[in-house]
C-alpha cells in the first residue's frame, strides 16, 4: 500500500490532535489539583479538608502534597508553672 500525501496529512492532524487532548487533559489535572490545595493555610482548614491527623505533640495535619500544619497552641498559667494546651 503506498502512502499518498493525503493519508499522510490525516495521520499528522490525528497526532496534533492527540496531541491537544493530552496536554489539555495534564493541564486541568493539575490546575484542578492546585486550585484545591492553595485554598487550604492553616492547621483547621487542612483538618476540614479531610487530611489526617498525625498523633504527635502538637497535632499536625499532613496533605497530600506532603505539606503540614501544627495546631496552635495556647500557653496556660497555672499558678507559677506555665504549661501548654491543645
Request: charged share 15%; aromatic share 10%; glycine share 6%.
Amino acid at each position: 500500500m503506498i502512502m499518498t500525501n493525503r493519508h499522510f496529512s490525516y495521520i499528522i492532524m490525528f497526532l496534533v490532535a492527540l496531541l491537544l487532548i493530552l496536554v489539555g487533559g495534564i493541564y486541568l489535572i493539575k490546575r484542578q489539583t492546585t486550585g484545591s490545595f492553595s485554598s487550604i493555610n492553616s492547621f483547621n482548614d487542612c483538618v476540614e479538608a479531610g487530611n489526617p491527623v498525625l498523633e504527635t505533640y502538637p497535632p499536625q495535619c499532613k496533605m497530600k502534597d506532603n505539606r503540614t500544619f501544627t495546631q496552635p497552641i495556647e500557653p496556660r498559667f497555672d499558678g507559677d508553672n506555665t504549661t501548654t494546651t491543645p
